[in-house]
């Protein structure tokens, strides 16, 4: 007994050459995909995270009086699983010291 599927590809020879390529570029994709990057949850550093500490205490905004060393020193090997890192995180905290009268 043949579905419906398969009457429509032997009605359609040009269909079944389709279907064929197009089953053919969804398995390449999947299998060419990269794999997520984890470099930075896997490197051993040879210094304290101290040592990256950015220097906020002229900085007024959010960032500067939440992101104390204690919590850079566990949050700075991890990684997301599209692989950022906590550096690449707060760099626009870090770059705009923000003014002293908004925060």
């Given at each position: ?72 020193a566990r949050l700075c090997d991890k990684t997301t ?23």
């Open positions: 007994m043949a579905g419906p599927f398969s009457r429509l590809l032997s009605a359609r020879p040009g269909l079944r050459l389709l279907a064929l390529a197009g089953a053919g570029s969804l398995a390449a994709g999947f299998l060419l995909r990269p794999e997520p990057v984890r470099a930075a949850s896997e490197r051993r550093r040879l210094y304290p995270p101290s040592a990256e500490y950015p220097d906020l205490r002229k900085h007024n905004n959010c960032m500067a009086s939440h992101l104390t060393p204690a919590v850079y699983p599209t692989g950022w890192t906590l550096d690449q995180c707060i760099q626009t905290g870090v770059d705009n010291p923000g003014h002293p009268f908004i925060k």
